[in-house]
């Protein structure tokens, strides 16, 4: 609150100095003519002096009034002088924030001040702990950088689902679920705005390919879009009251979402309370109104009526005027915008004068430490297996072989605007990383072998270029590696981009045929010589690993890292930190062929088309895998650690269900290794009137550390909504009467105990707007409960 009164009277005392300059112009400070925006009440009285100009302006987002150097976009500037709003600034991005290092500030010696920021890990490996009250932590850290470097609105997190393994952008999604994905945005949204900065859940909704992204036609059922395509949103608004939403660039059932009153005001609002701003993805205007064609009905305007508040970068203020003129759009609907884009301004540090830093990051070391926490709890031990009577991991002695260019080329985040301009020479890659752990290390990459093609580019906004792999011969890795060493080590990296999906070839998706050789070629050295083959993962989520994950006794998938890259990797690897994560998402045995009972390894078979209709329906990721049978590499929530725990006492609260039903259950560590167990409950409903998956994820939550024989209870609480599913018929989320089935597990697949409850009659518990309809007809996949 000072800092607004110290703000008012520097303008007060500005304009006592326009007044002694220029004696002729009157001027006051806030009579009739001359309003400021100060407060909510403040408003009314701007709508009435703002031109209709002035207002389009507002609304049409601004390229040019940064305060922040590198952020994405900003809101328009050119009103404060006259109305005291200021320029707010948007960056970039899922895992940190995206500013120039150079702000233009110079030290005391003369030399031009960095300001690097700090890059948590992505946003697949955050949801990959399962641990809300980490992320939340790790949100606070967040925050803190975004206020100090004088942000005001963080594009992202981005929470779209992982419909299909390659998806150019999953590296910045949470999940293939949608419980999974909510609870873990709003968990690090209340953290990021807890320090007085605002962020903005994006792309909305079913934004899941790259390939013709912009203005790609979707076809999705009003069923699979409520629950799974836009409940995570649902979740993230109603528990986290983010400060704005981004639409995405797809058309959703023939218009895009930012000119669709449908979803924007009777779904987001109305449903869900919603009471931030909109804005579009930049350049994501859309080009399919809602509204048949008419005078008036532009783009521009055309948004402003669905309840669009800020095109983005930038839009176009005449068009909007021109809706006006022709009586398309109306001055309640024009000041509905700028009134909510007005409130946002009044959240934000540039509206308490708050100015960016051009000093160091103070905050370096705080947020690196967030991202080391978050990176050991998500990083998922796929494997591990006994070689001479011991488990693999963690190696607790004896020299170290690395072998890959990976080792010293370990993936820090994705390309785009997930990129974050971090100090380079804090980044340490695994072989130093190993080494400053006290290990002893034999590297490959210093001694001078073939390279040969290897990785593919990825393309996009910035992503990899190609890459070779190392090809020494098999006398040559035994000599100089695996004779020398106790354990030899592989890395594997894959770089992902915004812009680009994966590729289903050799050297993305898949292995090249140089990551073979020397997975096969070491593989066999090391057998033979009985010891240890470890390969670690450096990626940003799934590739293919049926092919050659049986010739690995350890397989770590470590994620994106970040800025901590290798540190927390060599943590895990040497047993000084215990892996507690869980798979986000599933990795299928391939996403070309089908399975021996005919269906797809991957339900989306539409993926990457110029035109996709969700024919999966609601069964997308484990929904599909365990309602259909389809074999996997390794399931969602599957993950492993150092230690064992054991499941007992499982109880239900009642046997009927009313209003809520507990769920508990004892997880007792039964080993000597201190460690955390991630708990998940699934329920199978009757589908008497609409068929279900086999068992959905309703509940979940991870323990505290638990040392040798010690046992915590976990109890879960199951309300009406969270058993529900959405009736198009009725367009109602509704409980069927019948038996339902509480499965209570380590993963998916590894299912610990079984509890059972009746529901005696049927509950709508929420009737909605029948909204977001399919223009064309949807042959949706349904389970044939006859097989």
């Known amino acids: ?154 594009l992202a997190p981005g929470m779209n689902i ?15 679920d949608p419980l999974l994905s909510g609870k873990s945005s709003a968990a690090e949204i209340k953290g990021i705005q807890s320090k007085g900065v605002g962020t903005t859940i994006k792309h909305f909704a079913a934004n899941n390919q790259e390939k013709s992204r912009h203005n790609l036609p979707t076809n999705v059922s009003q069923r699979a879009l409520r629950e799974i395509y836009l409940k995570g949103f649902e979740i993230a608004v109603k528990e986290a009251s983010p400060w704005a939403i981004m639409t995405a660039y797809n058309q959703i059932n023939g218009t895009s979402p930012s000119q669709n009153p449908e979803l924007l005001q009777k779904i987001a609002r109305e449903e869900w309370g919603f009471d931030g701003i909109f804005m579009t993805d930049w350049g994501g205007q859309g080009n399919a109104s809602y509204w048949k064609e008419q005078p008036g009905n532009n783009t521009y305007s055309s948004m402003v009526k669905a309840g669009m508040d800020l095109s983005m970068p930038a839009g176009n203020a005449d068009q909007i005027i021109a809706g006006y003129q022709a009586g398309f759009l109306t001055m309640e609907e024009i000041d509905a915008a700028v009134t909510r884009v007005l409130q946002y301004i009044l959240k934000t540090p540039a509206f308490d004068g708050v100015k960016p830093s051009t000093d ?40 170290i072989g690395t072998i890959g260019n990976a080792t010293n080329n370990l993936v820090r985040g994705g390309a785009g605007s997930g990129n974050v301009n971090v100090d380079t020479s804090k980044l340490v890659h695994l072989a130093r990383a190993l080494r400053d752990t006290g290990a002893t290390v034999i590297d490959a990459t210093e001694n001078n072998y073939p390279q040969v093609d290897s990785i593919l580019p990825v393309g996009g906004f910035g992503g990899d270029p190609a890459y070779k792999e190392m090809k020494p011969t098999k006398e040559q890795l035994a000599k100089d590696i695996v004779n020398k060493s106790d354990s030899v080590i592989m890395t594997i990296r894959r770089g992902s981009s915004e812009g680009v999906d994966v590729a289903a070839e050799k ?25 240890p083959f470890i390969v670690v993962l450096s990626t940003g989520g799934p590739i293919e690993m049926e092919s050659w994950k049986d010739k690995a006794d350890a397989i770590l998938l470590s994620w994106e890292n970040g800025t901590v890259l290798g540190k927390p990797i060599a943590a895990v690897l040497t047993g000084k930190e215990n892996p507690s994560g869980k798979l986000s998402t599933t ?29 999966e329906g609601i069964y997308v990721g484990y929904r599909y895998f365990d309602t259909f049978n389809v074999p996997v590499s390794y399931e969602f929530g599957y993950g492993m650690n150092y230690s064992d725990f054991h499941y007992s006492h499982p109880k239900l609260s009642a046997k009927k269900f009313d209003d809520s039903i507990k769920v508990s259950i004892d997880i007792k560590n039964t080993s000597k290794v201190a460690g955390k167990e991630v708990v998940q409950v699934y329920v199978g409903a009757p589908g008497k009137t609409m068929h279900k998956p ?54 998916s697949k590894d299912i610990k105990h079984t509890l059972n409850f009746t529901v005696d009659k049927e ?4 009737k909605v707007n029948d909204v977001m309809k399919p223009v064309v007809e949807i042959d949706e996949l349904v389970p044939d409960r006859s097989r």
């Open 763 to 766: 509950i709508i518990v929420e």
């Open 694 to 747: 086999v068992k959905e994820l309703r509940a979940f939550g991870k323990t505290r550390e638990l040392g040798k024989n010690e046992k915590q209870t976990l109890t879960f609480t199951l309300d009406a909504k969270s058993l529900a599913s959405f009736d198009e018929n009725r367009s109602a989320w509704v409980v069927e009467p019948g038996k339902y089935t509480v499965y209570i597990g380590a993963s």
């Open 1 to 154: 609150m000072l800092r607004k009164h110290i703000r008012v009277l520097s303008l007060m005392m500005t304009m006592a100095m326009v007044i002694m300059l220029f004696p002729r112009v009157p001027f006051s400070f806030a009579d009739d003519k001359d309003v400021y925006l100060e407060d909510e009440s403040s408003i009314p009285k701007l709508l009435e002096v703002m031109t209709l100009e002035e207002k389009a302006a507002l609304l049409a987002g601004d390229r040019d009034s940064q305060k922040l150097k590198g952020a994405a976009g900003s809101t328009l500037g050119d009103l404060y002088e006259k109305y005291g709003i200021p320029a707010t600034s948007l960056p970039d991005g899922p895992a940190g924030v995206r500013i120039d290092p150079l702000p233009g500030g110079t030290a005391p010696d003369g030399t031009p001040l960095t300001r690097y920021a700090t890059q948590f890990p992505n946003a697949s490996a955050r949801a990959s702990t399962w641990n809300l009250d980490l992320l939340s932590k790790m949100g606070e850290a967040f925050g803190k950088e975004l206020y100090y470097f004088g942000a005001d609105l963080l």
């Open 360 to 399: 160091h990051n103070k905050y370096a070391e705080e947020s690196e430490q967030a991202a080391f926490n978050t990176a050991i709890e998500g990083m998922v031990l796929l494997k591990n297996e006994k070689v001479k009577g011991k488990e693999v991991l963690p190696l607790t002695g004896g020299t």
């Open 507 to 531: 050297g993305a998706y898949y292995l090249s045929d140089a990551e073979q050789y020397l997975i096969e070629t070491a593989s066999a050295l090391c057998r033979k010589a009985k010891k």
């Open 162 to 176: 992982h419909r299909h393994p390659l998806n150019g952008r999953n590296f910045e999604y949470y999940s293939e």
């Open 587 to 615: 990795f299928p045995i391939d996403v070309k062929g089908v399975a021996k009972n005919g269906y797809s390894y991957v339900p989306s078979t539409t993926f990457g088309e110029s035109r996709v209709t969700y024919n």
